[in-house]
Every structure is written in structure tokens, then in C-alpha cells.
């Protein structure tokens, strides 16, 4: 390797050095600062405290340069949504986290109120609007998606959870079925007479539960509320 080549090697590696030095000496600074920003100022204090003394220091410093940004300023979100995504805990599994344990009135309330979660948590709020998936929207599924999903469904659990459901939904299940296998539906949720609403949830999120089985493996597709 001749003497120019080596020298145009290392001068670039040089300025590669400068760079990760700059970042390493005051860029991360920026980064963590940001992150206080969006975990919030009590929290922001703990990590602080566990922060080496130097370091904690210039982080203060240009943390306390931030006091006017909010936790929904776009590149306070963008650096949180970077360390999360590497993490690991993002999109469906932020999502789940969240959602897990709730029943299926309880997922409505929270989808609807995603505007007013943006302002405490934008990254929660936006996890959920892409990726939560409530029993309200069935009539958005594909018939060969509604199809695959009542083979996997017992009949007692789709007729408790039909019961009192918006008739977008019963049309758009019934389309999906024969004439005799909707009317035996529609028979046992006559049968059912008046029932409580934990008993139609537990059945919904069972129906839930099925939608993102069947998501997961790959045999039905959810678009935009599913990926």
C-alpha cells in the first residue's frame, strides 16, 4: 500500500475518530438529556442520582437548557422511540403490554382515548392506535379472514359474543356463514335471554385473542391495525 493511500486512509479514520469523540464527549450528553425530557422530571431525577458525578454534571447542564420542551416535541419522541425500538419493546409488544389484561370494553375505551394518552405518553398512545385490534373492528377483516377465524370459534362463544353487538358486525359474521349455521347462532343467543356483560367480554376477547393467533401465524391479515 503506497504512502498516499495510507495517509488518505488514516486522515479519514482521523476524522472518524473526531466525530465518535465529539459524540462520546457531548452528543450522548444530548442524547440522555432528551430522554429525561420524555421520562419526566420525577423519574428524570432518579436516573440523574445514578449517573458517575462528572457525567451527571454535563448532563444536568444541557438538561436544564430543555425545561421548555414537552415529552410531544418530535425530536424528544424520536430519541425515545430509537432506544425502545432497540430494545426491543416497541409496536405490538408495547401494545400488549399495555393491553394484555384489559377485556374487550375496557380496549374500546382505551383505542378511543389515545388523543388525550398522546399528551402523557406519545409512543404508548401511538403503539396502540397501529397496533391494538378490538372487537369493533371485525367488519373491516377480509370474508376469507372472518372465514378462518369462526372455524377456530366456538359456536357457544360467537352466539355470547354477538350478543348486543353493533349489526355491522352480526351482518358481516352471518355473511360469512351458511343460512343454517347463522340461524343456530342466532338461536342460541335468543336462548341466552339477557346476560351479563362480563360474561359478552370474556367471550369477545376470547374471539380477540383468535384475530391475533391466527395474525401471528400468518394466515390472515390485519391490515393497518395488526403489523
Known sequence: MTNAVLKSFEDT????????TDYVTGGYVKTLSKLLVYMG????EEALL???????????EVYKNLSGKK????????????????SGFFGKTLCVSVSENLNSSQKD???VSTNELFEKDPLIAMCI?????TFDMIPNLDDRSIQKILRETARDTLAMALKNAPENIQE???RNMSKRAANSVKEDMEFFGPVRPDDVNAARDEMIKTVIALSGKGEIVVSSYWE
Open 109 to 111: 375505551e382505551l383505542l
Open 129 to 133: 392506535e397501529k397496533n391494538l385490534f
Open 41 to 44: 422530571q420525577k423519574q428524570a
Open 13 to 20: 479514520h482521523q476524522k472518524i475518530a473526531a466525530i465518535l
Open 172 to 174: 358481516k359474521i352471518f
Open 50 to 60: 445514578n449517573l458517575p458525578e462528572p457525567v451527571q454534571s454535563k448532563v444536568r
Open 71 to 86: 415529552i410531544t416535541d418530535p425530536e424528544i419522541v424520536a430519541e425515545a422511540m430509537r432506544v425502545l425500538k432497540d
